[in-house]
């Protein structure tokens, strides 16, 4: 018998964290999080999502045991930003098995519906803003630094209940292990012709604070006009920025100015996935030694964000970005490298990671389900 139950107590929220590690526990290329990490982002008191939306956490089970899991969750910075009044589901896990499957989708459905809302849109882990999407290709390679990883049998479970794409989100891959000779001559022409400086995240604690205030501006106005963007509270962009600075590498961050103005940045983390592939979801000393000699050997990097403020794009400022991430990587050891995710209909982002050489290894997909009979 299958049974869906919300999460209302920390015995239920751990069998939702745990689950995973049991359904992938035989899959090599799923990477775990931190446990620690995830009780803190389901805490309402430490994530600072829930100080604007509404969330509700589900458990499947099937003869008593966890066999699937999902969230349903409300987004007024989305609906708020686009004018829209739409529902989101998230954190989707579920053996291969579509009663099941169906069984959470529609508890994240009534959830919804019964907020009024016209659609449900997923998977959404809280928001664009952090991991999202359905991962439909590319499950030979495992997910670089803040991408998820399901089963390839999830987009059967999605589209057999009736979900339909909505979006798809593309993850490019290049290897390098010197500096692209047309990407060299192409930054040279950009900086003679253009009078843009460009800056890594200063090592000076007062300065760095002031670069982070920097990039969240640049960040605001850059993504503004993006589908489906949703601006960050200033308490989540502090909340985002306090988890990634001690992972972050300041040589791997930029700032673009031209005349003085704000024009762009980009932000490229070094695949921390690499360590926490060693670390199985545990911190205690034989995985703190084990994540640190991994450290020493990162080879791939993700290129998580790039904005280029309106009236600065077209001008090559994201190549010259490129560059300077490659003159200041490669020299680390890291020769591989994630452009993700860029928007199927975002040509200039995809012709400029094409321009690199980089080619699509991974898509992952948006759905919706309109909500009819709302209350």
């Known amino acids: 018998m299958i049974n869906v139950i919300p999460v209302d107590n920390k015995k239920q929220l751990k069998d939702f964290i745990l689950l ?17 990490d995830q009780k803190k982002f389901f805490n309402p008191k430490k994530n600072p999502y829930y100080y604007h939306s509404e969330v509700k956490l589900f458990l499947a089970l099937k003869d008593g045991e966890p066999v699937g899991r999902i969230s349903a969750h409300s987004n007024t910075q989305h609906n708020k930003e686009h004018n829209e009044n739409i529902g989101f589901f998230g954190f989707f896990e579920c053996i291969d098995n579509q009663e099941v499957a169906n069984a959470l989708f529609d508890a994240a459905f009534e959830w919804n519906r019964y907020r009024n809302f016209t659609s449900l849109r997923g998977p959404m882990n809280f928001s664009v803003n952090q991991d999202c999407g359905l991962l439909i290709n590319g499950f030979d390679f495992p997910p670089m630094i803040m991408m998820p990883y399901n089963f390839p049998y999830y987009p059967k ?21 010197s500096i692209p000779e047309r990407v060299a001559k192409m930054a040279e022409i950009i900086a003679k012709r253009t009078n843009v400086q460009i800056h890594s995240l200063s090592y000076d604690k007062k300065q760095r604070k002031k670069d982070i205030e920097t990039v969240f501006e640049i960040y605001t106005r850059a993504w503004q006009y993006n589908w489906g963007n949703v601006p960050m509270t200033k308490a989540e962009f502090d909340h985002i920025v306090a988890e990634l600075l001690p992972i972050a590498d300041p040589d791997m961050v930029f700032i673009a100015e031209v005349d003085g103005q704000l024009a762009g940045f980009s932000l490229t983390l070094p695949n921390y996935n690499e360590v926490l592939k060693v670390m199985q979801g545990k911190v205690n000393p034989i995985t703190i030694i ?32 490129y560059y300077h991430t490659f003159k200041n990587g490669l020299p680390k050891g890291y020769y591989r490298s994630e452009f993700s995710w860029i928007l199927e209909n975002n040509i ?28």
């Not at 995973?20 to 620690?36: A, R, S």
């Open 20 to 36: 995973p590690f049991k359904l992938y526990k035989n899959e090599p290329n799923w990477v775990p999080p931190l446990i620690g």
């Open 348 to 375: 200039p982002m995809i012709n400029a990671a094409e321009k690199l050489g980089a080619k699509i290894y991974k898509t992952y997909r948006l759905y919706d389900k309109a909500i009819t009979n709302r209350k």
């Open 290 to 321: 084990k994540a640190l000699q991994t450290k020493k050997h990162i080879t791939s990097v993700r290129v998580i964000t790039m904005g280029i403020i309106k009236e600065f794009q077209g001008k090559g400022i994201d190549t010259l970005l």
């Open 157 to 177: 479970l999605y589209e057999n209940y009736g979900l339909t794409k909505t979006m798809d989100l593309y993850a490019f891959i290049s290897e390098y292990h």
